[in-house]
């Protein structure tokens, strides 16, 4: 476990301690945590993203933070490769990532591809949603051409991401169906309050992060691994990256996308079956 996983969770098990919840509630909780990369633009102040220190502010030394994920734009991929035709999402360099980054079994290094359409009626399970790319592979721009020497615009903002957030994501919702369950009514308030104190005790994290991997996904209203779970119970999905998708997207605003995959084919690294959840705002 990272450093600052462990400090944190020392933090967590005083304050809940003084808050008046069991030490079997708060173990509890912690048993459901799982390690997540949140990434954002910009370079935070509070806390040093991953493993790089922040650049020098100002001055003809800067040294700009690398970029772990570029977002939006024409496709990215391998140069004379065919391009999934749902839009593109996001290319993630994995090699900017620790190894302990996330709960999941993700390649050390090459290039994470995440295409995906924000729109009624996308959500399903696809053959060309993720790839992985080698690292020894570069990866070069595929415009979409429209006609008239016009490129088809990409639906999500374009953007360099170079803050990743190594977090703890809490289950809040899991911890009060496994632990709380005998509360009735009471349950819901009694989580609540219990991840109050969490968030109170957490690191600095982005406002607004833009794409994150691993840990639990963002649920606004659909819990994109809920059906898959329930439909194969012996098969380990879990959440692979989740996407926010900004104003500029005309469906809905503020779309959330959410990419699922059974841990077993992300270790050999087969994308032929990866579910998309498109959660509407």
């Known amino acids: 476990m990272r450093e600052e996983h462990s400090e944190r969770l020392d933090r967590f098990r005083t304050m809940a301690a003084e808050e008046g919840f069991s030490a079997e509630e708060a173990e509890a909780w912690i048993a459901l945590t799982l390690p997540a990369a949140h990434l954002a633009e910009g370079i935070p102040k509070a806390a040093r993203p991953a493993e790089a220190a922040p650049p020098a502010e100002g001055g003809a030394d800067s040294v700009p933070a690398p970029v772990v994920a570029r977002v939006g734009g024409a496709p990215l991929a391998p140069a004379g490769a065919e391009v999934p035709r749902e839009a593109f999402v996001a290319a993630v360099d994995l090699s900017l990532l620790p190894p302990d980054a996330t709960n999941l079994p993700l390649p050390a290094d090459g290039h994470l591809l995440l295409f995906g359409t924000a729109g009624e009626g996308a959500d399903g399970t696809y053959d060309s949603l993720v790839r992985h790319v080698p690292a020894e592979t570069p990866l070069v721009r595929h415009p979409r051409p429209v006609g008239g020497g016009r490129e088809a615009p990409s639906p999500y903002k374009e953007e360099e991401l170079r803050s990743p957030y190594l977090l703890l994501s809490a289950d809040e919702a899991g911890f009060t169906d496994k632990h709380l369950a005998h509360l009735g009514q009471d349950a819901w308030f009694r989580a609540s309050e219990l991840d109050g104190v969490w968030q109170a005790t957490g690191e600095p994290q982005p406002r607004f992060p833009v794409l994150w ?69």
């Open 213 to 281: 991997l691993g840990g639990y996904a963002a649920i606004r209203n659909v819990d994109p691994l809920e059906s898959l779970r329930r439909d194969e119970p012996d098969a380990d999905w879990v959440h692979l990256a989740t996407y926010h998708c900004g104003e500029e997207v005309e469906w809905t605003e503020h779309a959330v996308l959410h990419w699922s995959i059974r841990r077993t084919d992300l270790a050999a690294l087969r994308f032929d079956h990866v579910d998309l959840c498109v959660d509407g705002g």
